[in-house]
């Protein structure tokens, strides 16, 4: 039997679900475990990232009655960290069950109340995983009502702190491979007194399950226990994703400036973390926000030049010809989606990845490339 205990790495792997800068296409880059080996593959860019959001997984539960035993469990007496792809809080294994070893234990401590995520995989259809409450102090662990098959994405939001065991075992016959993924990084749901039929939703995740994004019932946006922002279209709600970027060019008597700022942002949806690289800016973790209808959007632009006579414009009209400041409308909804970039370990929008940035727009700068980690 399997006895391991998740210690903590700061590496983050995931693979988006969905992605998008502008019309057309843009490039991305496929990695493997060696970071060197990059390839460039051209995608084609949604035009609305709403159509890319994952089927609903019904909710289950991991309190309650379940059927089986009581197991007895030994602690483990040294951590590990034999897969660079977990956290403490998150999984992703491969083994196998034989007849000498027919069942696996794969231990996590979560110290706050948590949802969970999990899947079993494997080509073998009498696998099963199921969710054990671990007590060390007796040295026995409790079977809950949260399990799933082979195949099956399986949901929770009441995870409460403490110590778990996922047990994978066999109805049948034994002798293949599995690989067992599971997410535990976002907090348990937050209730909403004043609108009860309003529930968590889980809108997007990762391959392997290393990323999930979750939306809360008053409209907070999670992303692997990470608050991105709200959704709510209260004014100034998310006042920390407001962002900037002024440039000005000087030569020769000519002086040339280009201005825009992002304010007052209302959330459409938040993407999962992947790599992002600019010639602007660049991240190693980043999500997308899909910016929705009136978030507030400045665009300025100016030209002098000195001489006789001297001659100078300047404008308040985007690169579409519409009059900024103006909030974002249903001709901004219809178009390809407005994404801010926002950085995970800076905290902070970092860029404007839209038809609307003029640098894009113009091609004053080539299109951001998106890396999306297996």
């Avoid at 309190?63 to 992703?92: C, H, M, Q, W, Y």
């Avoid at 937050?190 to 609108?195: F, G, V």
């Avoid at 579409?320 to 249903?330: A, C, M, N, S, Y």
Wanted: with cysteine.
């Amino acid at each position: 039997m399997k006895k391991v205990i998740l210690a903590a790495s700061k590496c983050l792997l995931g693979f988006t679900l969905v992605s998008g800068l502008l019309s057309g296409t843009t490039w991305a880059e496929s990695v493997g475990a060696n970071e060197e080996n990059l390839n460039a593959v051209q995608i084609e860019l949604p035009n609305d990232l709403s159509q890319l959001e994952i089927p609903d997984v019904a909710s289950s539960s991991t309190k309650g009655f379940a059927r089986g035993k009581k197991i007895d469990v030994n602690r483990p007496e040294v951590s590990i960290l034999s897969n660079f792809n977990v956290t403490g809080d998150r999984i992703s294994f491969s083994d196998s069950l034989t007849a000498t070893d027919p069942a696996d234990f794969w231990f996590f401590n979560v110290p706050t109340d948590r949802t969970i995520l999990t899947q079993l995989r494997s080509n073998n259809a009498n696998y099963r995983v199921d969710l054990y409450s671990i007590d060390w102090n007796t040295g026995t662990a409790t079977p809950t009502p949260f399990w799933g098959k082979a195949g099956e994405v399986k949901f929770a939001t009441d995870l409460a702190a403490g110590d778990w065991g996922l047990r994978v075992t066999s109805t049948g016959t034994v002798g293949d491979a599995y690989s067992i993924h599971a997410n535990m990084a976002n907090p348990s749901v937050i209730s909403d007194p004043s609108n009860p039929n309003k529930v968590a939703k889980l809108t997007s995740y990762s391959e392997n399950l290393i990323s999930a994004v979750m939306e809360y019932p008053n409209g907070d946006i999670f992303v692997n226990g990470d608050k991105i922002g709200n959704t709510s279209a209260v004014s100034n709600i998310n006042s920390h994703l407001t962002w900037a970027r002024e440039y000005t060019f000087t030569d020769s008597g000519a002086h040339s400036s280009i201005n825009h700022d992002i304010d007052d942002v209302r959330i459409k949806g938040v993407t999962i973390p992947f790599k992002y690289t600019s010639q602007y800016v660049q991240s190693d973790n980043a999500v997308f926000i899909t910016l929705d209808k009136g978030t507030l959007f400045t665009s300025f632009r100016s030209n002098f030049v000195s001489g006789v006579p001297t001659a100078s414009w300047s404008t308040f009209d985007d690169v579409q010809g519409r009059t900024t400041p103006r909030r974002l409308d249903e001709i901004d909804m219809f178009g390809d989606p407005d994404l801010l970039v926002y950085d995970l370990d800076k905290k902070k929008v970092i860029d404007f990845a839209s038809s609307l940035n003029y640098w894009y727009a113009k091609g004053i700068e080539p299109f951001p490339s998106v890396v999306y980690y297996r």
